[in-house]
């Protein structure tokens, strides 16, 4: 990259503040309401800037929606300015020869130093940045109620897998549900992967979730997770088939269960509750995986727009979704941390306090893995199919061997 081209981007950034830089149209599934309140302010920050934001909003918390709409616009030749899209679909969609190329910003503002070294390279299609990142989502956290703990007897939150079988033989004594689920796939999954990195590590998760290595897939020690997560099957309630996360969440809110693996957006729904961090509720790592972070990372995927105001407008974009006001802002709404270095967590509530230092210190150590259940590690398809081979034991007497040669044949599908 020559000088030249660096002191041309910067001018193309001091540029994006002039009045009336053309239009923005993103297409998200930010439909909640801290989620509408974020993408709320973000479009005023733009407006401030004198770029007009279209807003292209598809309800549908998982984005299936969102990405269905969004082939049909690109299909037609009419790609929005911006979709909300993340992990290896990022790859997929750069082989179609459709995003634009945003280094003028992210090369002026210096965004190889700020983002974690695992997510940068995410964020680039063949070594060019075409997406902005927002935010990062721990998913291995296990959500506890400590009234319940006290009701059971148990001293403390389990830190390993024998403390928290012991933990819920206890609650299930006390005549409670240990473990709150819902029997969904993407649920089955996530809870799989928590428990993958527990009993593996990361070395052996980023084999398996993300390298595909075949030998690692039907191991001893894959049979292991398995045989972890059949025993975890026997503190899941006979009403768990179809159960919505949230609803998982609100057992444990209201002391009917007493713990729940699920990312750090199950915050949202204590917070609404009115519960209060380390006096509520506990958020500490799934077992086995507090040196671990397995992460889900939202990020705004920029498509190649014609007119140089919208060019100018995109870049605008891309700034305003790296600025520290607006990573924080977005943030404390979401539940998540942001992705951006530097930012202040003075305004941020224990939880996300602790996820920011576990994410500091996993991506120094190596530990800092991408989530499988959140489109992060692999291709759809075969996520899908490891999701549905998961799901699958989740659903019946296979066993742990047999589990484990199926997902290893599982892991072919491309």
Not at 67 to 88: D, E, W
Not at 289 to 313: C, E, G, H
Request: charge should be positive; charged fraction near 20%.
């Amino acid at each position: 990259m020559t000088k030249m081209w660096i002191a041309a981007a910067c001018a193309a950034v001091a540029g994006i503040g002039l009045a009336q830089a053309g239009e923005v149209e993103v297409l998200h599934y930010w439909t909640s309401g801290g989620e509408a309140r974020s993408a709320a302010e973000l479009k005023k920050t733009l407006t401030a800037k004198g770029v007009a934001w279209k807003d292209f909003a598809v309800a549908g918390g998982a984005g299936e929606n969102a990405a269905t709409a969004l082939k049909a616009r690109v299909i037609s030749g009419n790609p929005p300015t911006a979709a909300q899209i993340k992990g290896p679909a990022i790859q997929e969609w750069g082989q179609e020869g459709v995003l634009a190329n945003i280094d003028a910003v992210a090369v002026a503002e210096k965004w190889d130093s700020l983002l974690p070294p695992a997510v940068a390279p995410i964020m680039k299609y063949k070594g060019h940045y075409v997406a902005a990142p927002i935010n990062v989502h721990r998913v291995n956290w296990l959500w506890v109620n400590p009234a319940v703990l006290k009701k059971a007897g148990v001293a403390k939150p389990p830190a390993t897998f024998d403390e928290f079988f012991a933990a819920a033989d206890k609650i299930k004594q006390a005549g409670l549900i240990p473990v709150a689920h819902g029997g969904q796939v993407w649920q089955d999954a996530t809870l799989f992967e928590s428990v993958l990195l527990g009993v593996g590590g990361p070395e052996f998760y980023k084999k398996t979730m993300v390298q595909l290595d075949q030998a690692s897939l039907s191991s001893p020690t894959m049979v292991k997770v398995f045989e972890t997560l059949g025993r975890i099957k026997t503190y899941i309630d006979r009403d768990a088939p179809g159960r919505d996360w949230n609803l998982a969440t609100a057992m444990v809110i209201n002391g009917q269960a007493g713990m729940q693996f699920m990312g750090d957006w199950a915050k949202g729904e204590f917070t609404a509750a009115g519960k209060k961090p380390g006096i509520d509720f506990l958020c500490v790592a799934a077992p086995g995986t507090a040196k671990s972070f397995s992460f889900n990372i939202d990020s705004l995927l920029m498509f190649q727009k014609r007119k140089a105001d919208d060019q100018k407008a995109q870049l605008a974009l891309a700034s305003a979704v790296m600025s520290p006001a607006f990573q924080e802002t977005f943030n404390l709404n979401k539940g998540s941390v942001p992705v951006r270095a530097g930012v202040s967590m003075a305004k941020f509530d224990s939880c996300a306090q602790q996820s920011m230092a576990d994410l500091q210190a996993s991506s120094k150590a190596g530990s800092f893995v991408p989530s499988m259940s959140q489109n992060m590690a692999v291709g759809s398809a075969t996520q899908g199919a490891l999701m549905d081979m998961v799901a699958r034991f989740m659903n019946s007497s296979m066993t742990p061997q047999a589990a484990a040669t199926a997902l290893a044949k599982a892991a072919k599908t491309r």
